[in-house]
């Protein structure tokens, strides 16, 4: 009898298991852009989920039961008809190239623990930055989402502009930065978790658009100098998360610039369409920031979390932490750009640089365009026929593949629109057919798509439209 660890390491057990699992997977992938089965997410209540998933741990069974248990219970990011949150669904390539990361498991702190993986993580920044205008002297590392690079970029900030060396001495008040009241919350959490505390973030009204006001950036700027504030950045979306609107970069670097503050750009959904020169424009101003976060696994088709953190000048990113680590990081005071851990908060860290590059060697940047443009292209065509039909409201243009929308009868109260929204939501997460998500803007609930899916058509969210107006509670009366 082979030990259970024999077992375990097992190479013919693991050729068998994988061989399945990639059969199983391609089948999946097949079915499911096709729209087979016809749920793009099987909603079941969380307790229920749990008493099954409890007793399955009981009970045992092959892996590729176990797996395709976790197929069935998962939401099918492949399918057509999921719309929901920002992620993109994997391209095949690079999740093979995330199982290989697993196997290997490098650890990347430092060097030895990962040449492939280290060198493959310059290659990507490198490749990255120049995508984003910047010159020769930008750098950067990955790490792991868009939450953790921003924090990451703003004690840079902190350390290179702030009076006081708060790293050595503490006391982090009254430090503050301006940002856009509809910035993602991670913004917010980094002020706080830095100990500037509730006056360390100062939002910045939003126009029309959604998009920060940057006339008001001045005398809020003043207002906060008044108040004894330290302001030392300001950060621009690239785009906001609710509704995909882009700051105007240019603008804000040029306010950054002129009183000395760091200019970092939350580009975690949007900074993808350095890609696409369609949507190029959207970016103006992007290389007057001192640091840029991007993730991959949003608009670049790569698994989570991979997420870029590119710097103007690499040299800033050794600031983030000047912390000694003796038995890790010899020399801790050398600028060694291949001993990654000296600049992330990861220690040990997921070879994450393998699937961005897998998918830059295989496809080249042409994937990233053809993607970007196509989505964001729908995304256009979709608020078109909103625009067209009574009854339909957008919350404004979509810039990218991110669209707010509501269904708005004619008759009844605005706290009636907003739960007719709600339970419209709520009944198409339990009917499955279509995945799409909610926000609130302005006090008012709208429905909310990313258009992530490369193979989701107009014809999918005609049927949405429809989908929605014959379910509606409030009956629609259809006049198209
Ligand atoms: C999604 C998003 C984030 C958070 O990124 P994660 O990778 O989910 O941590 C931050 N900022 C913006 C603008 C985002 O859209």
Redesign the pocket.
């Known amino acids: 009898m082979p030990s259970i660890l024999e077992r375990a390491y097992g190479a013919e057990e693991f050729r068998d298991a994988g061989h399945a699992l990639v059969d199983a997977l391609a089948d999946y992938l097949d079915l499911v852009k096709r729209r087979v089965p016809e749920k793009a997410i099987e909603w079941v209540e969380p307790e229920t989920a749990t008493r099954a998933w409890e007793e399955r741990l009981k009970e045992g069974a092959s892996p590729l039961a176990l797996f395709e248990s976790v197929l069935a219970d998962s939401v099918k990011l492949h399918h057509p008809r999921y719309m929901g949150h ?2 993109s669904p994997a391209a095949p390539v690079a999740a093979l190239a995330g199982m290989l990361n697993d196997f290997i498991n490098n650890g990347m702190g430092v060097y030895e623990m990962g040449v492939a993986g280290t060198a493959m993580e310059r290659a990507v920044l490198a490749s990255v930055a120049r995508k984003m205008g910047f010159g020769e002297s930008a750098g950067g590392m990955l790490t ?7 924090v990451t970029a703003l004690l840079a900030a902190r350390s290179i502009k702030a009076k006081t060396h708060v790293w050595k001495e503490g006391g982090a008040a009254p430090l503050a930065l301006l940002v856009s009241e509809e ?2 919350y ?2 917010d959490r980094a002020v706080r978790i830095m100990g500037w505390g509730e006056g360390g973030i100062i939002k910045v009204p939003c126009d029309q658009r959604f998009a920060l006001r940057t006339e008001l950036l001045e005398p809020l700027y003043r207002q906060a100098l008044a108040q004894g504030k330290e302001v030392i950045a300001v950060v621009g ?5 609710s509704t995909g609107s882009f700051d105007d970069l240019e603008a804000i670097g040029a306010f950054a610039e002129a009183h000395g503050l760091w200019f970092h750009v ?5 900074a993808a369409c350095v890609y696409a020169p369609g949507y190029r424009h959207l970016l103006r101003g992007l290389e007057r920031a001192d640091s840029v ?1 991007m ?1 991959f ?2 608009m670049l088709l790569t698994p ?2 991979t ?1 870029a953190l590119v710097f103007k000048r690499e040299k800033d990113s050794f600031r983030t932490f000047a912390q000694k680590a003796e038995y890790l990081l010899d020399q801790a005071g050398d600028e060694d750009w291949y001993n990654l851990a000296k600049r992330t908060f990861e220690c040990t860290k997921t070879m994450m640089s393998l699937r961005a590059y897998t998918l830059l060697q295989q496809y080249g940047e042409g994937l990233f365009e053809e993607y970007i443009t196509k989505v964001n292209d729908l995304c256009a065509a979709f608020a078109d026929i909103l625009e067209s039909r009574p009854h339909w409201q957008i919350a404004t243009r979509p810039s990218c593949n991110i669209l707010c929308f509501r269904c708005v009868p004619s008759e009844g109260p605005e706290e009636s629109h907003n739960a007719l929204n709600a339970q419209i939501r709520v009944d198409l997460l339990h009917e499955g057919r279509f995945y799409i998500v909610q926000t609130q803007l302005r006090g008012k609930i709208w429905l909310r798509v990313t258009l992530t899916n490369p193979f989701t058509t107009i014809e999918d969210l005609k049927e949405l439209i429809t989908h929605i107006e014959e379910r509606a509670p409030v009956k629609i009366h259809r006049t198209t």
């Open positions: 920002q992620i792991s989402g868009g939450t953790l690079a921003n910035a993602h991670c913004v979306s690239a785009c906001s998360t939350d580009g975690a959904h949007g976060t993730d696994h949003k989570s979390l997420t």
